[in-house]
């Protein structure tokens, strides 16, 4: 857990670290507008003492002028904070994808041959798109909204400490339920976006082959292939998607709950002759309002679930490495260089990463000689048959060598070693 909070706080600073300014004014416009909501309920709660006291109406519009006056500033500051949230998060996220292209495109031919097309795409874009509200919003919704909780509440407890005590329990009961939630759905989500990125590798991998699929008869074939995968894919949807429900459930069932305390705190005094209508009205009012910081804390973290399952799918991209080691590149001179193949013995492992296995040492580049084991091991039975075997020639520098045989001889695996693929 630990080693993954350093992962969020590492991708944060790498790409929010160069756009510091619209993030900071990104935070003013959010912590700014969470004031606002702070402070207008006051308002409300003057308005509606005077008009009972039956008070000057000079006052009375003047409360409703200033009140006004704030709402049209929040939105304001709404569309200011979106501004900066969206150009932060596609900033961000496209260099994200720029990374993640480049790392993928320096990655060897065994990992390409493991991952289809349609599935890096997915990977690349996808998984990327899910992280952008991680980048824009997240932290600052996550923090801005948690000020909120306090600042109403600590209204509150000025206002009447029963009422502050009893909405504190249940602010802090709501937060720990919905808490332990949210963690039950990252394990859908990340399965979900596994088999989205598996349907999307299937359709380009088999739309690139159309005229051979339909040429052979395996169009029906294809098709049951397909179904199956929907299938999973639309299970994994509803189980993602029912754990996020759960969450909102939940969420709406304590807001029932914090409404009717309020409202009963709220009679009570009023009974009692302790508190004027208004502030019974401002009890209610900031009951309510802590729906929504509460809500848009529960959204952030629905949207986490998605974003860190992403997040994961990304470092596993991250983290895989070239099997090709480096040692054996040189600068190559310009001009045409010679090729020279000595007791060259070459065959596929049987995995999935299906990495190439050399039997021997060094490294192919052109202008340079590789030498093999002259006689290696014979395969095992559990292993496939060599590709290459004891190939031996040379190239001079700017002639032209064809190659032919069937398929299977090792032609294209010629042209792989030598560009190291």
């Excluded at 080693?3 to 300014?21: I, K, M």
């Excluded at 929907?230 to 029932?256: C, D, I, P, Y």
């Excluded at 914090?258 to 005094?269: P, S, V």
């Excluded at 401002?282 to 729906?291: E, G, I």
Aim: hydrophobic share 45%; aromatic share 10%.
């Amino acid at each position: 857990m630990h080693e993954s909070r350093q992962s969020y706080r590492r991708l944060l600073v790498t790409y929010l670290s160069p756009q510091w300014g619209r993030v900071v004014w990104l935070a003013i416009a959010l912590l700014s507008s969470i004031a606002l909501q702070v402070f207008n309920p006051q308002i409300l709660r003057y308005f509606i003492d005077t008009a009972v006291a039956g008070g000057p109406q000079r006052l009375l519009v003047l409360a409703a002028v200033g009140f006004v006056a704030i709402a049209f500033l929040r939105q304001g500051l709404e569309i200011a904070a979106t501004y900066f949230s969206e150009t932060v998060a596609w900033t961000a996220t496209n260099q994200l994808r720029l990374d993640l292209a480049k790392h993928a495109l320096g990655l060897d031919l065994a990992f390409h041959k493991a991952n289809t097309p349609g599935e890096l795409v997915e990977r690349v874009d996808g998984d990327v798109d899910a992280l952008s509200r991680f980048f824009s919003q997240f932290v600052l919704q996550v923090v801005g909204n948690g000020l909120l909780v306090v600042s109403i509440l600590i209204v509150l407890w000025f206002e009447d400490g029963r009422a502050g005590l009893s909405l504190s329990l249940f602010t802090l009961v709501a937060l720990g339920i919905l808490g332990r939630l949210q963690s039950l759905a990252v394990a859908p989500w990340r399965t979900y976006r596994q088999i989205s990125a598996e349907f999307y590798g299937f359709t380009a991998e088999h739309l690139g082959g159309l005229e051979d699929i339909r040429a052979n008869g395996a169009v029906g074939y294809l098709m049951n292939r397909c179904h199956k995968i929907m299938q999973r894919w639309l299970a994994a949807f509803h189980k993602a998607r029912f754990t996020s429900t759960l969450l909102w459930g939940s969420t709406v069932g304590l807001f029932t709950i914090g409404n009717a305390i309020a409202l009963a705190i709220g009679a009570d005094l009023w009974n009692r002759n302790t508190i004027t209508i208004g502030t019974v009205y401002l009890l209610f009012y900031y009951a309510t309002l802590l729906q929504d910081p509460i809500e848009r804390i529960r959204e952030e973290l629905e949207q986490f679930q998605q974003a860190i399952a992403s997040f994961q799918r990304i470092q596993d991209l991250l983290a895989y490495q070239s099997q090709l080691g480096t040692g054996g590149q040189a600068v190559l001179p310009k001009g045409a260089l010679s090729v020279t193949f000595d007791e060259v013995w070459f065959r596929y492992r049987e995995k999935r990463e299906n990495i190439e296995d050399f039997e021997g040492k060094g490294a192919l580049v052109p202008g340079a000689r590789y030498q093999a084991v002259p006689n290696p091991p014979p395969p095992s039975p559990h292993l496939p048959t060599y590709t290459l075997q004891s190939l031996t020639f040379h190239l001079p520098a700017g002639q032209v060598l064809g190659i032919l045989g069937r398929t299977g001889s090792g032609k294209s695996t010629l042209a792989r070693l030598l560009l190291r693929l």
